[in-house]
């Protein structure tokens, strides 16, 4: 206030005939920090900007003394910096060794490189790179981790550090919001904040919930009443003689899962309270997993579909899901998908994914039909054109029974892998935002779906001793 009311006097004392004052900057109480987004962002970028020296400013009138300071916030950084800031702030929080240390320093110079060491800008997009960047760092922790055990304490720390370091872009992901604000003398002025983009803003705090879960999940199996076996250290004669099992468990388990360790229980079995224990976390995992894959679906159902899946779908619905399907669903009648996927007699997982795929695109081969005449090069333009186009038409009919053919077959197969546009969306994705929370809700769906099939192996040779 003192400052406040010596720039008022000065003010007073001008002599309102000198017109000398009125070319002089303007600076009121708000500081430039007001507007130091895009001053920051300018010169992070060039070095072409001129440094604004507040203190050689005067006014021409008294500053308001309510008026809201406002403050620089983290969006006012750019990502590069940020990341730096983030990942220096890490390594001096915990003690990491040199090794470690030059690891990350390369990791991140690919991820900022997008991925080509040659430094000629060939590489694929940032948004690519952060989802590679998450997958890799999730096979790298938990692609030897096959057991109902906790998680080693380096590995641990490793991703905790790592992911914090990736997921720190969001920080700088932003959207700007109107807000009300009361000031001292009783008016209410709208000012603008900034807060994470609201994908971001809802997902990501639920997905690092989900992450601590799965953890505290990991962490409880300790001291249990069930041990593993690599398969093949033990002899056949030694693994029934300590439980009886083992045969039992090579034949419950598919060839191509050979390299699992084999869950071992004590030849009476586990105890009621053991048993009980297990399938409450199993049923709890079960959540997470849910929980995980709604949201993966959720972002995936958000990004743009690719110029180059539209290109490649089929010029006739028919051709793609066959003539008996086509035949199905195309009746005068109700549509019921579950009888038909009855009928169907789908006996693996592969011919699940072939036939989402081809749903999926005679879904989309419909609905351009059914805007043909109105159709652009844009898919938007396509999507904005279905809400105006009559339900009574007949490719849109088929387009909707299609939909929920492919709704019904995923639930029916939870553990569907991803589709061909699925895939494709991943691929030519550009936000960096969406980019993110796929891939990290991506990682726990797997993580939590193996600690449910784990628990189900643990469960099954527990019920084999008692037969």
């Keep these: ?3 406040e009311d010596r720039v008022y006097q000065h003010q007073s004392s001008i002599d309102p005939n000198d017109n000398s004052t009125s070319e002089t900057p303007v600076s009121l109480t708000m500081s430039m920090d007001s507007f130091v987004y895009p001053q920051t962002c300018s010169e992070s970028t060039s070095g072409f900007s001129d440094q604004i020296d507040e203190t050689n400013s005067s006014c021409s009138e008294p500053s308001p003394c309510d008026w809201p300071v406002l403050t620089e916030s983290k969006s006012s950084k750019c990502l590069t910096t940020g990341l730096e800031l983030q990942t220096n702030e890490i390594l001096e929080a915990q003690e990491i060794s040199e090794p470690e240390v030059e690891t990350m320093k390369e990791r991140f110079a690919k991820l900022l490189l997008g991925e080509d060491m040659s430094g000629s800008g060939k590489g694929v997009c940032t948004a690519v790179t952060i989802s590679n960047a998450i997958t890799n760092l999730y096979a790298t922790v938990f692609g030897q981790n096959l057991r109902l055990e906790p998680l080693e304490t380096e590995k641990r720390a490793l991703w905790k550090r790592e992911m914090k370091c990736l997921l720190s872009v969001c920080d700088y992901i932003v959207e700007f919001i109107p807000r009300c604000q009361s000031l001292s003398n009783g008016t209410t002025v709208e000012v603008m904040e900034s807060r994470p983009r609201a994908d971001i803003y809802i997902n990501l705090p639920a997905l690092r919930k989900l992450d601590s879960m799965l953890m ?3 962490d409880g199996f300790q001291n249990t009443e069930f041990w593993y076996a690599e398969e093949g250290s033990l002899s056949m004669k030694s693994a029934r003689s ?3 099992s083992f045969r039992k468990v090579i034949v419950q388990r598919k060839e191509e899962k ?5 869950p071992l229980v004590p030849p009476e079995g586990l105890s009621d309270k053991a048993r009980k224990q297990l399938k409450s976390k199993r049923e709890s995992t079960n959540q997470i997993h849910k929980a995980a894959m709604a949201i993966n679906s959720s972002i995936l159902s958000e990004m743009d579909i690719p110029e180059s899946y539209m290109a490649t779908l089929p010029k006739c619905g028919k051709s ?4 008996s399907i086509y035949r ?3 009746g005068s009648g109700r549509f019921f998908p579950e009888k038909l996927l009855d009928c169907l007699n789908i006996a693996s997982e592969h011919e699940a994914v072939q036939l989402a795929d081809r ?5 989309y081969t419909w609905r351009r039909k059914a805007c043909l005449s109105n159709s652009k090069n844009s898919w938007n333009m396509v999507k904005d054109l279905m809400s105006t186009t009559e339900r009574t038409d007949k490719n849109y009919a088929m387009a909707e029974r299609a939909e929920t053919l492919l ?8 553990e569907l892998s991803q589709t061909s546009l699925d895939i494709c969306k991943i691929q030519y994705n550009k936000d960096v935002g969406k980019a993110v929370l796929e891939s990290y809700s991506r990682v726990l769906e797997g993580l939590a779906f193996n600690i449910v099939a784990w628990i189900d192996d643990v469960l099954y040779v527990d019920k084999t001793m008692s037969e």
């Design 258 to 262: 050979w390299w699992l360790p084999v």
């Design 320 to 323: 793609s899901v066959g003539d």
């Design 242 to 244: 300590a439980t009886g």
């Design 359 to 363: 749903v999926e695109a005679s879904m």
């Design 216 to 218: 505290e999940v990991l």
């Design 328 to 330: 199905y669903m195309s």
């Design 407 to 414: 709704f019904c077959l995923k639930q029916r197969y939870p």
């Design 1 to 3: 206030m003192e400052n």
